[in-house]
């Protein structure tokens, strides 16, 4: 496979490319076998699935704060907040995706795209963060937890977080999960932890120097 890559690399731009491999972290024959053909771990990725039988109440939002009916003319604001969020959390872009324009308009034009279940704060004019879930085949997910610049460590993403299960709990989702990085360095599995979440599984990512 990696010859392959090479002989495509041969049509495109291949500087800075890199080799990868996802696996399951059960499977340990097949790490030792990437490490020993020059592979190194990269970041581990956390599939998490919320505890059904925990209790969740909502608690009023932290001073400052209030939540608003998402409508068509926050979208942009939304996805800004979501993209200095990144930016500031992990500048060198290894755990996320660039929030871009089309990201923004492929999400809010999606038909399971629910303004109930976008729940985000506002600090007067300013959007400060965001915790955004959706129902995919009777499963909840919470695909974004992001918290803007000046606006961390006062409660927010906790509460934004447990609205949102309370949201989805109200569609009748038994089942919520979503996804997180180990390495990444805000370590925003420890919130999830604490908010009733469990690792149901790891996916180690592999990363291997691409050479012609």
């Not at 696996?23 to 919320?50: D, K, P």
């Amino acid at each position: 496979m990696e010859a392959r890559c090479r002989e495509k690399a041969v049509h495109v731009n291949a500087k800075g490319r890199e080799f990868a491999a996802g696996i399951s972290a059960g499977v340990h024959a097949t790490c030792l076998h990437l490490q020993r053909n020059g592979y190194s771990l990269a970041y581990t990725l956390w599939e998490m699935e919320f505890d059904p039988a925990r209790k969740v109440s909502e608690s009023p939002m932290p001073d400052g704060y209030e939540l608003r009916p998402v409508t068509a003319d926050h979208h942009r604001a939304i996805w800004q907040c979501i993209g200095d969020a990144y930016d500031a959390g992990c500048p060198d872009g290894r755990f996320s995706h660039v929030p871009t324009e089309g990201r923004m308009r492929a999400h809010f034009r999606n038909d399971t795209a629910d303004a109930d279940l976008s729940l985000v704060a506002w600090q007067g004019s300013r959007v400060a963060g965001q915790v955004l879930c959706r129902v995919h085949e009777r499963c909840g997910e919470v695909f974004e937890v992001s918290i803007g610049v000046g606006h961390r460590r006062r409660g927010l993403a906790r509460e934004l977080l447990t609205r949102g299960l309370i949201a989805l709990q109200r569609q009748g989702v038994r089942t919520v999960r979503l996804g997180t990085t180990f390495e990444n360095p805000t370590e925003a599995w420890r919130l999830y932890e604490q908010a009733g979440f469990r690792i149901l599984a790891e996916f180690p990512r592999w990363r291997k120097k691409f050479t012609l």
